[in-house]
């Protein structure tokens, strides 16, 4: 019998430039000025296509191959509306699996509700796919170490779209000098320019039951989370706002803020070893609420704080963003980051700057495990542990330890509870 030919659509694809000479070929197989050739193009499915989904949805142009191949979601509306969006080309799915199944998708773009991040990410990752997850990565702290074992098991480029780390390399080159001494303190909240919108994902209480619209697969929508009665607050953009399903504002906002504060401080392999928290107590069981401050605390000394300026103490009038003994860097009035001394980033000349971070498409295209302009799996497993974290101590109204490389609460089963959560079946990482 002859052998079975296994060829792959980039390597069927980058062979038509060498018949080009003896052949004419349309300019939008060749590439050129303005055109990536084929076997450049990175073909999407995007999973998931509310608000933020659908800025992940491409366009399919008239004139060259369909690059958004595959849309995803529960809902017929907004499937129907996405595939108007992607035009010709695009097959509309309502199960994620059969985009997954798909062998001529190269990278999938997740934007489903947290409590599926997890389990789609892991299941396009076995299936040979790279992707790029939506933020927060995780609903629970096990799940995104799973993620970040499978992206390293099977070989594929994953990461997190949070506003990304580039404009972070000064400071992270100023941490690592050393000229501001140890240890350091850094104070994330409106005061220095970064909110978390917690009153607009707290929850509510006593939602009464309604009926299922007929557009949406609830039972889907759901997937591994708790079965609880149907309620439009509970799904499309409110989900934020219980827990079930993602973990308030802190969650929301959080790994936008503190990915970038991992970064600059070097700590991206690493997490604190003590959290507390101020919030009205006792908490709700289903719906997020208030909280005011969250303090993490690392093992050399270095301290995060998160404030939320809305419940609580009151904020410090003008906080440093990031200080230690010998120097600080803050918010001046007109919003724009000043240091103390002044010359403080100016002394940081001739010292080597951090390495190039290089953003999602070029990772793909190249298999590049160079730092990314947005986290990696491992990364972002690490940095939405810090979210995880501050939730934790909220619900449970205590001081927490953390043990960051066994991943756990040491001899404390109530919080170790919540970084483990039963997926409700046949679902399961």
């Known amino acids: 019998m002859p052998k079975t030919l296994s060829t792959t659509r980039r390597q069927f694809v980058g062979g038509l430039a060498a018949a080009a000479a003896l052949t004419v070929v349309p300019r939008h197989v060749l590439g050129g000025p303005g055109r990536l050739a084929p076997s450049e193009v990175l073909t ?17 142009a008239a004139d060259r191959p369909a690059v958004q191949l595959a849309v995803c979601d529960v809902d017929k509306d907004r499937l129907a509306r996405a595939c108007r969006k992607a035009g010709p080309g695009c097959e509309g799915c309502a199960d994620f699996r059969r985009v997954l199944d798909r062998p001529d998708i190269d990278v ?24 790029l997850c939506e933020k927060p990565m995780t609903r629970f702290i096990r799940e995104g170490r799973a993620a970040a074992d499978a992206a390293r098991r099977y070989g594929r480029i994953f990461m997190c779209n949070t506003f990304g780390r580039r404009a972070w390399q000064k400071l992270r080159k100023l941490a690592a000098s050393g000229l501001l001494g140890a240890p ?11 909110g978390f919108k917690v009153r607009t994902w707290c929850g509510r209480a006593h939602l009464a039951p309604e009926a299922v619209p007929p557009e949406l697969d609830y039972d889907m929508w759901l997937g591994p989370a708790p079965r609880k009665p149907y309620h439009p607050h509970r799904v499309h953009t409110s ?19 503190l990915d970038p504060v991992q970064y600059f401080l070097g700590k991206d392999g690493a997490g604190p070893v003590e959290v507390e928290a101020a919030a009205p107590w006792p908490p709700h069981p289903d719906a997020c609420g208030l909280w005011g401050r969250i303090t993490l ?3 050399d000394g270095t301290a995060v704080t998160l404030a939320s300026g809305e419940w609580g103490e009151p904020e410090p009038h003008n906080p440093a963003f990031i200080e230690g003994p010998q120097g600080k860097v803050f918010r001046d009035e ?9 010359d403080l980033f100016d002394r940081l000349a001739g010292r080597p700057d951090p390495p190039e971070l290089i953003g999602f498409a070029e990772a793909v295209r190249t298999r590049s495990r160079a730092g990314g302009e947005k986290p990696d799996a491992e990364e972002a497993h ?21 043990d960051p490389a066994a991943e756990e609460f040491p001899g404390d089963a109530e919080a170790n ?11 399961h990482l």
């Open 44 to 60: 999407r499915g995007t999973i998931g296509t509310g608000a933020q989904g659908m800025s992940h949805v491409l366009a399919n």
């Open 108 to 131: 999938i773009h997740i934007a489903a509700p947290p409590h599926w991040h997890a389990l789609i990410a892991i299941a396009a990752m076995q299936a040979g796919k790279d992707v």
């Open 184 to 194: 350091l303190a850094v104070y994330v909240g409106p005061r220095t320019g970064f």
């Open 239 to 257: 989900f934020r706002g219980y827990w079930d399903y993602d973990g308030g504002g802190l969650a929301d906002m959080g790994q936008h803020w």
């Open 297 to 299: 605390r690392y093992a």
């Open 334 to 342: 007109r919003g724009t980051l000043a240091a103390d001394p002044p």
């Open 382 to 402: 690490r940095s939405v542990t810090l979210l995880h974290l501050g939730n934790i101590a909220i619900r449970t109204g205590r001081k927490l330890r953390w």
């Open 417 to 427: 509870a919540f970084a483990d959560v039963p997926m409700r079946a046949p679902w």
